[in-house]
């Protein structure tokens, strides 16, 4: 554990860095947008970009990083996301928020993509696991820790947006300054999303599901909180507990799902989240007792590792040789269903009051119970000593983060060794040139660069000549 931090505590802060400014953002602009009079519904359809955004750059920054390369890359789309976080507090307009939240989305999108490819590549078979795990720790730690910066400035004025930018602005000092050897770099091909349904229907719909009340949570939970009247020090804290909540039982849920039926682990899991759902609504209010704030941790706690659950069950049915591709492909799902969530939560809001929000997330956790129920009678379970090992995935994260599961190990291996291989015979590799590679993605400035052979030979020469 400690050798996987010492190598990549740079990424690492990076990383939380870029998720202390996502959390605070999404916060802010609900209850900025609330403050200015927007309709719920148009705060929806704000938040609602930044997912289209996310999932457009999932798709376009593998193409630019072939050709310009991670650092470069990276740097490009830190300073657009922090100058599109100024540009929420300059024109304070629903249209202009919501182009600024597209930005974001594909912003982060490539931010995630370069931030994991670099860390797998930091990374050894030995200590991988673990590194996900702590990357698993940053990610949900950070983007609650985001949510209660909100309280050290008042929403209403320009300094929340300031100090979104200054957060991402701060994520390109450790990482595009770090000494970590520039990775090779291939996006997974996933697999057809009808041949991924029908492999595992399960999987395919709760990630679908699972995307959706993920997205209400991060994108729609602030929006609930100001609703019901709450004032920002609660409102910080009731999406700070949800956050963190995502960590807490990941490990246990983990565990028994690799000795029991992962199907069942699966649906159990998803009843008792629909539950506390409801638990919610029974105990909102204008304040965030401690009834509501433990109903909302252990949503989170329950909620965010249903996502982890998708996929794992999902594996279980799978070749060893489909499984990256099928892990890449439930990502991009879970992508298509987070675009839907915030519209979904805040126009049922709109029509039917505040805790419309948490019946919609219940109702959607119980269809999915419903389904895996009607699965188990159409199939019977992989029995348990064939089940693959549960592998805790952030929600927040890109097709990347497969590469640092121990199936996506081989995978990797693999690409490194084609890149070698294609590096030895002088054939460009992803569509650059070798001799560009210090150019592009060269290492920190403070390292000292190696002299080409040619620049070799005249000092050579003109040593012999004194």
Request: glycine share 10%; with cysteine; aromatic share 10%.
């Amino acid at each position: 554990m400690l050798s996987a931090i010492t190598n990549s505590w740079a990424l690492l802060l990076g990383i939380a860095f870029l998720m202390l400014g996502n959390g605070l953002q999404s916060t802010v602009l609900s209850v900025r947008g609330s403050i200015e009079g927007f309709s719920t519904e148009s705060i929806g359809a704000v938040m609602t970009c930044y997912f289209i955004g996310y999932l457009a750059g999932s798709f376009v920054t593998p193409k630019v990083l072939a050709n310009v390369g991670h650092v470069r890359v990276f740097a490009a789309l830190a300073s657009l996301s922090s100058a599109s976080a100024l540009l929420h507090a300059v024109f304070i307009d629903p249209y202009t928020w919501g182009a600024m939240r597209l930005i974001t989305g594909f912003c982060f999108a490539g931010l995630y993509i370069v931030a994991e490819s670099w860390l797998n590549d930091s990374s050894t078979n030995e200590t991988r696991g673990q590194l996900l795990a702590i990357y698993m720790v940053v990610v949900y730690g950070a983007m609650g820790l985001g949510q209660l910066l909100i309280n050290i400035s008042d929403p209403g004025s320009f300094l929340p947006f300031i100090l979104m930018s200054v957060l991402v602005s701060l994520a390109l000092i450790p990482t595009t300054l770090t000494v970590a050897q520039v990775p090779t770099f291939e996006s997974p091909t996933p697999v057809g999303l009808k041949r991924l349904f029908k492999i595992s229907p399960l999987g395919f719909v709760c990630a679908f599901g699972v995307g959706v009340v993920q997205a209400q949570i991060f994108g729609a939970g602030a929006i609930y909180a100001k609703e019901l009247e709450m004032d920002t020090v609660d409102i910080s804290v009731f999406m700070a507990t949800m956050s963190i909540g995502g960590v807490a039982l990941q490990w246990p849920i983990g565990r028994v799902s690799d000795h029991f039926d992962r199907r069942k682990v699966l649906i159990v899991v998803a009843l008792l989240a629909g539950l506390i759902a409801l638990s919610m609504g029974f105990f909102s209010g204008p304040q965030a007792t401690v009834w509501f704030l433990g109903s909302a941790f252990l949503f989170g706690a329950l909620c965010l590792p249903l996502y982890s659950l998708a996929i794992a069950h999902t594996n279980d049915y799978l070749d060893a040789s489909e499984i990256v591709g099928a892990t890449s492909a439930l990502i991009v799902i879970g992508g298509i269903g987070a675009i839907v969530g915030p519209i979904i939560s805040t126009f049922l809001m709109g029509q039917l009051g505040p805790n419309a929000f948490v019946y919609s997330m219940s109702l959607t956790l119980l269809m999915i119970v419903a389904f895996g129920v009607f699965r188990m009678t159409q199939r019977s379970s992989v029995p348990i000593e064939e089940q693959g090992d549960y592998i805790a995935v952030p929600a927040e994260s890109s097709t990347m983060v497969v590469a640092m599961t121990p199936e996506g190990e081989e995978w990797y291996e693999e690409v490194i060794a084609e890149a070698e291989a294609e590096g030895e015979s002088g054939t460009p590799i992803a569509g650059e040139d070798r001799e560009s590679d210090i150019l592009e993605d060269g290492p920190a400035f403070w390292e000292e660069e190696s002299p080409s052979e040619d620049e070799a030979s005249e000092v050579d020469a003109a040593t012999k000549k004194d």
